[in-house]
């Protein structure tokens, strides 16, 4: 065999490894290739939703309104002293002292002056010589007058005798189960470790029923969300699933949507087809879950005020609410990025070039892995798709143009919780690394052979 032929048989076997290397990385365009929807042609809805614009809800909307006047309902326990009747004595004798209550020192009420009376089932309470007394929804100046005007009636107490005396002993409370799943993140070189506690803190609250609401469960449970958790609070209201309904209810929850409705349309330059996008958010008419399920977001758009009722933010006895964690709000990355995992900024937007930066890929980095890289000269990769999961499960391609997103913020989309990130060369931007890379290894060989 003559020297040329040596030659070109030394360079060919050069160029056949280094195609092997690049096509066993995975990362290769040419040999597979990847498709997508340009920013461009994507409707609005499936460009993510912004966070740095939004703002703290105020804090007094999670409030309830604490009452003028304290009324009576089913669970309070009233202090009742009437003169020779509760007790009873004879009324030749001097009556006993009433006794004293002193309440305890979680609650905010005086102290009381009688015998304990609950406030039973059906809001009634039972007095020595009178039928039940219904007092829900009444005040104590309004229970003091209505008993007094009922032992009138039966002549057992004269206009001259003193008048009965009726305080609060203790109100009603709820108890009010909180749910925290704050986790510890650790930093890793992929991104973001798993937690390391798996398990939701949990605090059981016996609130009073003026401070059983939104914003005392949070207060009582570590306050407001932190940045582990996510800027939402889910309030399940077990209050209102009666026993017999309560399988069909869940289980109503937990089914999946029906189905989804195509009314948004793109077009896929790549095929020359349009293409349906399914809104997923119209699968499924929430009815069931707006019914005991209350979603309480804590930052909102400027400007706009959550529409939050009395209901929505008061808590009943057996209520459940729920702070949860924010770790599978992560971003993942894939190709000449390597495989990794990123927690998303809860307060603050991220776009696709910050994600290259955190990921460790600016779009000057040289430091690309698999396939060939761009250290000897060659351009960078450019090339970013973004396979983003709807909400109803199907995942769509969205193909970014790095180049352009440098020039053009409309095509620097930001990132959303699940997104996977794939960094790839365009066709020509590989077969640039891969000429130059085969020129300077079959250079260098040379240049050893010879000397």
Do not use: W
Not at 91 to 118: C, D, H, K, Q, W
Not at 163 to 176: F, T, W
Not at 274 to 279: A, V
Not at 387 to 401: A, E, H, Q, S, Y
Request: proline share 8%.
């Amino acid at each position: 065999m003559s020297k040329t032929k040596k030659q070109l048989a030394r360079y060919f076997s050069s160029t056949i490894v280094m195609a092997l290397a690049l096509v066993s990385s995975g990362c290769t365009s040419v040999m597979t290739p990847m498709t997508g929807t340009p920013v461009t042609q994507l409707p609005k809805e499936l460009l993510g939703a912004s966070r740095s614009d939004l703002v703290p809800v105020p804090v007094v909307l999670l409030a309830r309104k604490r009452p003028e006047e304290y009324v009576i309902q089913q669970g309070d326990i009233l202090a009742v002293y009437i003169r020779g009747i509760l007790p009873y004595s004879d009324p030749a004798a001097v009556p006993p002292a009433p006794p004293v209550n002193f309440n305890t020192s979680t609650s905010e009420l005086p102290p009381s002056i009688g015998f304990p009376i609950p406030v039973q089932d059906l809001g009634v309470i039972n007095l020595p010589l009178l039928p039940p007394i219904e007092v829900a929804g009444l005040t104590l100046e309004q229970i003091r007058e209505k008993v007094l005007a009922a032992y009138l009636e039966r002549e057992i107490i004269r206009p001259t005798d003193e008048v009965p005396i009726i305080s609060i002993m203790k109100e009603r409370r709820n108890d009010i189960l909180v749910l925290r799943s704050e986790t510890n993140m650790s930093s890793t070189s992929t991104g973001v470790s798993a937690r390391s506690d798996q398990s939701s803190a949990a605090y059981t609250l016996d609130l009073p029923f003026y401070k059983s609401d939104v914003l005392n469960a949070l207060t009582e449970s570590g306050g407001l969300p932190g940045i582990n958790e996510k800027n939402e609070v889910v309030v399940y209201r077990t209050s209102r699933i009666s026993a017999e309904n309560r399988q069909a209810i869940i289980a109503k929850l937990m089914s999946p949507a029906s189905s989804c409705s195509p009314v948004m349309t793109g077009y896929d330059v790549a095929t020359s087809t349009g293409i349906t996008f399914d809104d997923c958010m119209a699968c499924s008419d929430g009815m069931v879950e707006d019914s005991i399920v209350t979603r309480i977001p804590l930052r909102m758009p400027p400007g706009q005020i959550p529409e939050l009722s009395s209901a929505d933010i008061e808590l009943e006895d057996g209520d459940i609410v729920m702070v949860e964690s924010r770790e599978t709000e992560m971003f993942y990355t894939g190709g000449l990025l390597g495989g990794g995992q990123y927690l998303i900024p809860r307060d603050y937007d991220l776009d696709v070039l910050g994600a290259l930066a955190i990921a460790g890929q600016g779009l000057a980095s040289q430091s690309a892995g698999g396939g060939m890289r761009s250290g000897l000269g060659g351009p960078s990769p450019s090339l970013l798709f973004i396979i983003r999961k709807m909400p109803c499960g199907r995942t769509f391609n969205i193909m970014v143009d790095l180049q352009q997103a440098m020039n053009d913020s409309t095509q620097n989309i930001l990132v959303q919780p699940g997104d996977t990130l794939i960094l790839r060369y365009k066709a020509h931007e590989e077969l640039t690394n891969f000429s130059i890379g085969t020129f300077f290894t079959y250079g260098i060989r040379q240049l050893f052979q010879n000397n």
